[in-house]
Structures are given as structure tokens and as C-alpha cells.
């Protein structure tokens, strides 16, 4: 590339539009050099806390970042990293603690703020404004009074342009977004953050839906924009082998504590994972209770063949008995959501047989497959996996076959037995089973929505996810209850997961997906994790 | 013909399809009337007002909300117009109405936006506050104004064309210039689809939200006047069944209902479509009774083949994919785009 500067390049490109719109951009306080020179950090938090219902989702971290650097962070789901970067952006307000850039202290009561400040986020979600065009998405709070909406004018172009050229995308700025596919989406939305004009760049997860060619040409324009010295890269990823490429600091965050910031040269891939995990799991819990109510087992085999669902899912076939788990690996977007979606009957599928004991399960309605003895607790936990204003209680009373209720009339006394024999077994901590479910933490929402589904007597488990973003006592408590249900009751369990180490010594027998299609099968006993990595990725 | 459909979106060349055909349709029932073109001037008039007020309605559809307190708003701003009209003039009657328009929204929007209280509450509570208010104001009664200049805000022509079709070009040229070349315009698209996207962006989400109110009910304040004009008086209960006219004759032009979407002409033809069936009826000698049902009943018909649109746009299949995984997600606001597998490797 003739530009060998990454934002000197796009700055002078996009000049006249930025002078247009100046008053929006205000210079930063850290740009002053007056306060420069007294902390070497462009941003820096200070034993910041911030909580959630039933979590606490940062506990007292310290965290900076300066120019010229790309500083990592890592951490298993649901350790805080997303937290983090939104309260560096001013979208989240700290409980405690403080944000200090350029050696005073900010608040960021917005991410208005944060933009005013300089600082711009690629974040984890992948959103945009479907009905607006990929360029005026790109441009998005940068335009002056008067504007097109449906159109882009010619310098705008040219800023837009040369941003999508930077992250390596070829896209028509007066595209609708909503036609983009998801990793167009994904480069429109860090050609956003390139285009406005700041020091510090936070990216959440963003080659997490990138091709390896597309995230390769963004690590390298990121190295470039860091060595030229104006930028704070602030990096998250699961990718490790990205994350030790570019970053020449890495803080590993866990369950929302400081584990530590470290130089790139002090930690290697070893050393990461185990700062990330926990080691200890504590002693197994005593023996549970049975679960004499499942039925489990009555149905015959669950049967799947030659599934597909509008070119998200192709062809699959896999088959589940009574009394086994099988595992379905996958990085994210592989095609397991949607497939266990259309057996769950969320949504429809094209093609395909799906039989329980010989008998068609027929496409269609959640309903139906919840007759048939197939329970699905789905990814979206918050959303989809439990009803978060219900009561612990009224979760598990939930399944309509789950007889407890008379001709509709609800047997209360029936509902609060079950309930708390369920949050016994199953050892839901929280205040009792009269708990809105929503407030609990992310681990003990999981075991609701179990609890919710075992209570439909099913005969079939599908696990979307089972253990993402919950702390690794409650992951290891779920495996231990699927793990009953399924040689004592019989169940047969699918579970789907872009946590190999979920699968692997758990599952019978492993599928890996990759790209809606499955790849390969391994003895779930046997598996390693590197080479079901090797075959899950693109 | 072609060349007009050609450039047209799809929906609007559509819409314009069922407007002729429904005009047709009347005038087949009904040669004598449809034919001629007094006909047309007054569903021209029946139609100015109801635009002036969908126009507004589309502001508060497509920020993400709507506003159920339009029609209570015409009838305030008829009743402060009639009230100052006679002792101040007209025009500073005008001003006060729109002013008191604009503070109608002011509230909606603050009380919407920033107190993050529901649209359907926060504007039906105001629509039974302004009842209230008109009739304490006018002590329950019509308030009738005098001057005879009166009629050029709604009931006289302007030249060759009624007044209110002279308003609502006006309103139009207006709406297209906030919905298509203005900033602010821009912004109330992109917060109705996708509010956390504006917010991050650094837009000041809230602002323009209240915007998007106080440009509703100022032309629900303006349809006041219009209707003043027309009766010459100022009453409470004058914009009656415009809030579900207006959000009908939006959403039959394609404004959907929790936001983002909606074209200006489309919701202008909507409007058409809704007066041409309405006063058709009317017209061919339908009852009132049966003409309420009918507009309820093409309601419902016209959301249905909205989502039946959009689901086929942007689906929830779309939806899952950008998730990369996991079940249906209609509900609930932003998902996790990814979260690779722990430990990945590349
Ligand atoms: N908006 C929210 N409301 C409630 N809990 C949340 C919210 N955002 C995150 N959490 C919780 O905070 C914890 C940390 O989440 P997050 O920062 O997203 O983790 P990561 O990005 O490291 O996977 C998780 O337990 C998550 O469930
Ligand atoms: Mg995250």
C-alpha cells in the first residue's frame, strides 16, 4: 500500500468533511499537552466496580491504556471484558471507582461523552440501522445539518470509501445495511469507529464473524495504527493466537476480578488459559437426589436426517438415543443455533426427516416438539430461557406437560413442592423460589431453565450453549446434573457448544460443525481439543 | 407509466395500484359522483387534514413510538386558537396554537424519552389531560371565532386548489426536507432502527427523540387550525378519530409500528387510500357505523402485510445468523453478535 500511515492516510481523505462538522468533534482533554506529559495513559480506570442484578460483573479493576499500544484483555464468557469496554465508552456508569484520561478525572455519563472524549468502540453486538445505507451507517453522527439520508454525497464517499479500503471491504456505501450479510456488517461497523476522529479504539469480538482473511487485513491495519503512535488500541478476543500476535500488553480478567496485566513476553498460550480458568472446581457435591419424575427413555430414538434450514443448516443427519449425550462443536455461527432452533420448532426447516421413535416430528411450532418429549433451552437465556419477571416458582411451573395445573386451574401448593424440590436438587441459590428469575446470576438462571425444561418431562434435551457466561462452579454443577439425567433417567442430551472443553470427555460422541454443515465425528471420549478445533474453524 | 413505476419503490408503486383501483371501484359503484371532479376536491379536502396529521404521526412511528394524543392535541390547539383569535388576530392566534402544539410534545417527548415511560401511556395520559384542559379553558363549550379571514386556514380556496390541500403541500415540502435532507431527520430514522447503534454513534438519542414528538403534535396543532377554519369554531372533541386515522393511513404507507421505517410518500398515499375508502363509503351512502369497522378491520389488514414484509426483508432468520447461533430472537433487544470459543486458536 502506497499510505503508510493507517489514520494519517484516511485524515487527510476525509479533511473537508471533518472540518465541516468540527464543532461534533471537539478536541480531547488528553490532547492537551499540558497534562500529557503527567500519565503516560491515554485512558485509565481505577478500581472500578459495576454491578448487575445478582452479579458483579467488574470487582474493583484497574485497567489502562496507552498510545501506541495494543493492550489485550481476556477472559473466559461472562468475565467482564464486554463490561469493561462499555465503561471505558461511557455506555455503562461505574458503580465505583474512577475513569482518569490524560491525568484528570472523567465522567463518561454517555457514550456521547466518551465519542467527545475520543474514545470509539467496535462493540460485540452486530447491529446497524437496517434501513439506513452502509455509508450513512459508516458516517453515522458525524454528518453536518444537511444531509441525504438515502444517499451519500460525493466527499462523504470518499470518507467512506476510504475507510472500507483500510478495513478491506468492498461495499457500495448506498447499500441498505439491512442486505448486508453479517461480516459486511461486521467491517461497516469498524469503519464506523475509524472514521470518527479519537485516540482510543476499543474493539469488542471484532473477527469473531470475520473470515480469517478478513480479520488477518484487520489485525495488520490495527499493528500499523498502533506503531504509528496516536492510537490506544484496547483488543478483546477469544482468539488467543490473535490476541498474543498483536497485543504488547494483556489483561486477564476472571469472573469480574483482576487476575493481572501482564507484558506481551511474560505470558505465553499455556499460561493464558490457565490465568483465565479457574483450576480448582472444589470437591463434588454430595450425591443428588434422583429425578424419579423424568420419564426419559419412552420414546425410541431421536432421529435426524438430512436437515436444512435456509442455508444456515445443510444436510444434517446425527441421531441421539435415550441415555446419551451427543455433542455438537462449533464456533460461533457454524449453524448448531438454528438447527437445534428448527428441532425445538422455533423455526422452520427446508428439508428434511426428523423422527422420534419412527414417528415424523412434524416442522412447525415449539409446541408440538414440546409434545413430542423435546425440550430446548436455547442461548439467549435472559430472553428466551427464562421468564425473567416470573418467580423462580412460576419458571418451573411454566411447561404445559408438566401437570401442574387442572383443566388450567393452577395447583399452587403443587407448583411451590416442585419448585422447591427443584431449586434443592439442583442447588439454586438465591433468596427462594418467590425471586424474580431475572435477578439471579447468570449460573443459577441456567439451572432454572433446566429445571423449567426437566419439569415438561422430556425425553430429549437440547442444550444451546449450556454453559456460556456462568462461572465455572455453576458449569461444572450442570454438567453433573445433565450428566444424571441422561445414565440414571435416560434422557438422551444434545448439546451444542462453542465450548470444546464442555464436550470433550462428556459427550459420547462429538459432531463438529462448521459452516452449517457437519465436518467430522469424534469419539467424544477421545476427542482433542486441538483437533476439533482444527476442523471447527473456517 | 413504466417509467413513473420504474423509479418508484415497490411499495409505493403498489400502494398507488390499490388507489386507483379503489377508485375505480368507487366510481364503477357510483359513476355519477366519482366522475366528476367535485368529487375529487372534496376528498382533496377530507384529505388535507388527515395528512397533516399522518405526516406528524410518521415522525413519532418511525423514532420508534407513536402518539395516541394527536387528535386531543387538534382539539386543544382548535380551542387555544379560538380562544386568542378574536383578541389578538389571527396570525397571533396561529402562533399560540402551534406553541401550545409544540408544548404538547415537549411533554411527550420528555415524559417518552427521558423518563423512558411507555409511548402508549405516556400519550394516552396525555390525551385524557387535554380534554380536560380544552374544556376547563373553553368551560366546556365550542369557542367560536368571528374575524371572516378565518377560512383561509381551511375553508375557503387558495386559488385553484382548497386551502387544506394548500396546507398540506406545505406540510409535505416540509417533511420531506426534515425526513430526507436534514440531519435531524436522518437521526430519528436511525434511532427508531437501532437505538443502541444511534447511542453509541454519540447521538444525543434523547433529543431527537422529543424532536420527533414536538414535529407530531405541531402538526396535529396545525390540523386544529385547518379544522377551526372549517367550523369556526374551537372544541375539545374536534380532532375526534384522528389519532387511529392517522396511525392507520402511516402504517398502510408502510411506517411500522416500533420504528425505523417508513417513506414519506408512502405514508401520503396511505393517507389517500384511507380518505378515498372512507369518504367513498361515505359517499356511495355507507353508514358512519360501518365505516368505523372497515377502518379498523384495514388496519389490522394493513399490519399484518407490513410484517408480513418485513419478515420476508429482514427475518428472524437473519436475525439468528448475526447471532451466529442460537434460538429465535424476536424479542428482547441486542443479541451477543460472537463469543468465540474460549481458548480459540487460529
Ligand atoms: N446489561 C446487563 N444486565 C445484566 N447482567 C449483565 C449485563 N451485561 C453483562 N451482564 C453480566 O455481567 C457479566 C459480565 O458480562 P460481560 O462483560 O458481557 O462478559 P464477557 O464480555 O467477558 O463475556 C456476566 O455475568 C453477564 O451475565
Ligand atoms: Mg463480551
Redesign the pocket.
Known sequence: MADASPTGGLRTTGQALWKATRGRMRRSPSGRSATRGADPAAIRLVDITKE????R?LDSVSFDAKRGEVHAVV??????????LKLLMGAYQPDGGEIVMGGEQVRLRSPRDGRKHGIKLVP?EVEACDQLTVGRNVLLGLERPFVRRSRTSRSEREVVEAAFERVGARLDPDRLAGRMSVSELRLAQIAHALVAEGSVVLC?EPTAVLSAADADHLLEWLARARDEGKVAVVY?SHRLSEVLRIADRLTV?RD?KLVGTFHRDEVDRERLINLMTKVNHGERRGERKRLNRVRGATSGTLDVRGLSVDGQVEDVSLTVRPGQVVGIAGVQGAGFGPLLAALAGRIAYDRGDVTIGGTALRPGSPAVAVRKGLELVPADR?TAGIAGLLSIRENIALPVTGGLSWVGYRKRGAEAQRAGEYSRMFDIRGAGIHVPAGQL??GNQQKVALARAIQGVPSFLLLEEPTQ??DVGAKQEIREIVEQLVHENKLGALIASSEFEDLIDFADEIHVMRAGRIVGTVDGHTADYTELLRMALP | MRALFGRLPRLESQLLVVLVLMYVVFWIWSPDVFGGSDTLEILGRQAGVLMVVAIGQMAALVVGGFDISVAATVGFASTVFALNADDYGLVPGVLLALAAGAGVGLVNGIVIARLKVNAFVATLAMLTFLIGLSNELSNGASVPISDPNLKWFGATDWGPIPATVGIAVIVIAVAYILFNRLRAGLYIYAIGGSRETARLSGIPVARYEILAYVFCSMLAAVAGVMLASRVTVGQASLGAGLELESIAAAVIGGAAIGGGRGRLLGVAIGVLILTVLTSGLEIVGVSEFTRQMTTGVVLVLAVVFNQRRNIADWSLVRRLRRRGGGGGGQAGPMR?AA?GPANDDV
Open positions: 448487575f442484578p445478582g452479579v460483573a477472559g473466559e464468557n461472562g468475565a467482564g471484558k464486554s463490561t469493561l460485540q469488542d478483546v480478567l469480574g435472559r446470576s447468570g457466561g456462568i | 451477543e463469543d
